[in-house]
């Protein structure tokens, strides 16, 4: 059962451009991702809220009280996150703007089950990389800054903890059938196309705007090493893809739940790091930098 949790990771803002330890390219792939969160998360949320009445499993209402929860809070570090790109000279505005224009315009055009149809392909993107990020310290870099691992490995836990509720209240509110089939791997498949396209410009928007970068060309075979090779997310991620069109796909299939076990020391962690660095654990930890 998800829950919502309040924490406050401490992000150094002089690390925004090279906080992993593979270098500012690697940093700013991540980074990318980040991006997306506020009005992604956003647009999840309302997706779920939309069918949130037709739910009469009390204990599917609990989990749907949790994930929104959950991704308030993600949005909301997230937005700080996004926000140290910006002070850092970051073109992260433009590049959220961006995300919001595009999801506004689907909320307008799209049917509510369409909405909530994309909103599952995405979580089902959210649950295959942050499973990565669990199974491989590569990922996010074992001597990478504190702060930042320390946000992307809450994010991924919660993302894994919370991974089959939109799912849940899809296959609850969906006459199950071929059109319920079609909606779902049709979205994945325009999904799938929209977000890498988007994920490769604004990769490279964050590299070119990254002043102190001095290798932007050649770092960004720095960056393909790391995605298709060594630890390789991209690869490692196309079973888990190509199992969202078997017709009776359920996201836990791939059960992961044993790495739920690392949240509480995790939030411990964030808390004690804080603490060190001298910000507080209850307030946001960044408030005042806008
Ligand atoms: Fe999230
Ligand atoms: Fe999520």
């Keep these: 059962m998800p829950v919502r949790r309040d924490v406050h990771p ?34 999840f949320m309302d997706s779920v809220r939309n069918y949130r009445d037709q739910v009469k499993d009390p204990e599917l209402s609990r989990a749907i009280a949790g994930f929104i929860g959950q991704e308030a809070m993600h949005t909301r570090e ?21 995300v919001w224009k595009l999801l506004d315009m689907l909320r307008k055009i799209l049917p509510k089950s369409w909405q909530l149809a994309h909103t599952i392909a995405l979580e089902h993107y959210t649950a295959m990389l942050a499973d990565g990020v669990l199974k ?15 946000v992307w490995t809450w994010h991924a836990l919660e993302e894994t903890e919370h991974k089959a509720v939109a799912y849940d209240v899809w296959n609850t509110v969906m006459k199950p ?66 199992s969202y069109f078997r017709p009776g796909f359920h996201p836990w299939d791939d059960d992961n739940r044993a790495e739920l076990a690392r949240i509480d020391p995790l939030v411990r962690e964030i808390e004690d790091t804080a603490r060190a660095a001298g ?12």
């Excluded at 997230?78 to 961006?98: Q, T």
């Design 136 to 150: 491989d310290v590569r990922h996010l870099g074992a001597d990478s800054q504190a702060g930042y691992r320390q």
């Design 177 to 242: 059938g071929p059109y319920r089939y079609f909606v779902r791997t049709f979205t994945m498949l325009t999904t799938t196309v929209t977000f890498w396209a988007m994920v490769f410009v604004f990769h490279i928007a964050l590299v070119m705007g990254d002043k102190g970068c001095r290798n932007k060309l050649s770092g960004f075979g720095t960056a393909l090493r790391f995605l298709w090779a060594s630890p390789g997310a991209l690869p490692r991620m196309i079973p888990e893809w190509l």
């Design 10 to 43: 401490h992000l150094p803002p002089e690390r925004i451009s090279d906080w992993h330890e593979r270098g500012r390219h690697v940093t700013h792939f991540l980074n990318t991702l980040s991006i997306f969160f506020p009005a992604g998360e956003r647009f």
């Design 279 to 290: 910000v507080s654990t209850r307030a946001p930890s960044l408030r005042g930098t806008a």
């Design 78 to 98: 997230h937005i700080l996150y996004n926000r140290l790109m910006e002070d850092a000279g970051l073109p992260a505005a433009a590049l959220d703007r961006a």
